[in-house]
């Protein structure tokens, strides 16, 4: 887990939804700029120190624009339990995104609980389709 300065307000309720679950979250602070916090989660989820990240920013956006970046990051900014769930359901996302400026600290820690529940469902279509996004970030978008 990882909040720029917009996004602290959501620290606790994060953190303890976690807990709350059975994780053990690994806090890696806060950044002033959102690039910077971001990048200190995906390297944490891509050398293998966590298996999933959140990232937490004033939108959600501009954490998401920068994981996304990362080979290897799948990466969605995700306000309801709906996406929370699908994202890794259906897309094998490894990062999370919130904006404290747009959903409050309860409806966070349901959003964050249902996208550290969900599990990849490893369905044919999905693989293809992610097979099909890993080729574009191998070969670069024209």
């Not at 890696?28 to 959140?54: F, H, N």
Request: aromatic share 4%; hydrophobic share 40%; net charge negative.
């Amino acid at each position: 887990m990882g909040f720029d300065h917009a996004g602290t307000p959501l620290r606790d309720a994060v953190l303890d939804a976690l807990r709350e679950t059975g994780h053990e979250p690994c806090d890696l602070g806060e950044c002033d700029d959102y690039p910077d916090i971001a990048a200190r989660v995906c390297a944490a989820v891509l050398d293998g120190t966590v298996e999933r990240g959140v990232i937490v920013c004033g939108s959600g956006a501009g954490v998401a624009v920068a994981a996304c970046k990362f080979r290897g990051i799948r990466a969605t900014v995700a306000h309801d339990t709906y996406t929370g769930a699908q994202c890794v359901a259906h897309d094998d996302c490894n990062v999370i995104c919130l904006g404290s400026r747009v959903i409050g600290p309860a409806y966070a820690a349901d959003v964050v609980q249902a996208f550290t529940g969900a599990r990849f469902s490893g369905e044919e279509r999905h693989v293809r389709r992610l097979e099909k996004v890993s080729e574009i970030e191998q070969r670069g978008a024209p």
